[in-house]
């Protein structure tokens, strides 16, 4: 069984502030860890994935984020956040196909918002 | 390319009423899958089609649920009938067949833009 835990439904950060968004998981199996980002009346977007390669992942519009096994998180970053950062973000866990059939799980999600 | 796509965007039906939800998926996605939030909650799984087969329908709430994917190309979600607690944003995502030979690794899942069902 997976989960995923996302601490903070809301986060707001100032324009140009570290963006720190925390994500925790549970996989009985090594897992594929995603972040994706819903902008409003969009659809969900992939933002970055953690596939058993490198620790730290780079992503889409300078979002990072760093697998640790130890500590069962994946949480996600930006140096700088800007007004365009403002969306929903969701953490996930995927078992692969062999696991699952590649389904997702989902964390509750964070509303980030962005402020001047 | 066209990417997934979902009708209607908004739904809003009463309770006892029936309605019928459409993905259409990336084209030679083989892998279909439909997600739900409801208000407030995380994103859930529902069902995992793999072209017309249903795959995985571990998520489906109950009996009222009926999904299908005729041909292996759009699929349908049909809610009959509706309760207030179906209301929420049904996703559609799709994916390709798996990347290694025996079905292993993972693919990217694409997502559509959603249904947001509200029931009265």
């Known amino acids: 069984a997976q989960s995923v835990t996302q601490l903070g439904s809301h986060v707001s950060v100032s324009e140009g502030a570290l963006v720190l968004l925390r994500c925790n998981y549970s996989s009985s199996v090594p897992p594929y860890l995603f972040w994706y980002v819903q902008y409003p009346n969009q659809g969900l977007q992939l933002l970055l994935k953690?596939?058993?390669?490198?620790?730290l992942v780079k992503g889409i519009n300078g979002f990072e984020a760093e697998f640790k096994k130890s500590e069962t998180s994946f949480h996600l970053t930006k140096p700088s956040a800007h007004m365009s950062d403002a969306a929903e973000y969701f953490c996930?866990?995927?078992?692969?196909?062999?696991?699952?059939?590649?389904?997702?799980?989902f964390g509750t999600g964070t509303q980030l918002k962005v402020e001047l | 390319e066209a990417g997934v796509t979902q009708f209607p965007s908004h739904s809003v039906i009463e309770k006892g009423q029936t309605v019928t939800l459409r993905c259409d998926p990336i084209?030679?996605?083989?892998?279909l899958y439909w997600y739900r939030r409801v208000m407030g909650k995380e994103i859930k799984f529902l069902l995992h089609f793999v072209k017309e087969s249903k795959q995985d329908e571990s998520g489906m709430p109950n009996n009222r649920f009926l999904a299908e994917r005729t041909g292996g190309t759009y699929s349908t979600l049909k809610v009959q009938p509706a309760e207030l607690e179906d209301s929420g944003v049904y996703f559609c995502a799709s994916s390709p067949e798996p990347p290694i030979a025996g079905g292993a690794g993972w693919n990217e899942q694409f997502f559509g833009p959603g249904t947001r069902l509200t029931v009265l």
């Open positions: 084209s030679g996605h083989d892998n």
């Open positions: 953690y596939t058993s390669a490198a620790t």
């Open positions: 996930a866990v995927s078992e692969g196909f062999t696991g699952g059939g590649n389904k997702l799980t």
